[in-house]
């Protein structure tokens, strides 16, 4: 249920979407979920970000902000997902 909670954060799920291409400094975290979503504020971004690499699912590096072993195999779990999601958003 932790787990869910987390992911239930707003942008959570985007974070972690947009970090499994590579590493992202800040802004170009942002911008990539900016592009895909809607407005992200540096504030909530920010605090996600703190919650992830809390988690072990996000760590900071020279690059930016990257995913943690554990945060890969976390996307490649939920990935499946994606597909079947969309068709169930389709069926609303």
Do not use: H
């Amino acid at each position: 249920m932790a787990l869910f909670d987390l992911l239930g954060r707003r942008w959570a799920m985007g974070i972690i979407w947009n970090l499994y291409a590579g590493p992202s400094t800040f802004r170009d975290l942002q911008a990539a979920c900016e592009r895909k979503s809607g407005t992200i504020s540096p504030s909530i971004l920010n605090t996600r970000l703190k919650d992830l690499q809390e988690a072990k699912l996000v760590r900071r590096t020279l690059e930016g902000y990257e995913l943690t072993e554990e945060g890969r195999e976390l996307y490649r779990l939920l990935a499946p997902l994606d597909p079947w999601s969309r068709r169930w958003a389709n069926v609303l």
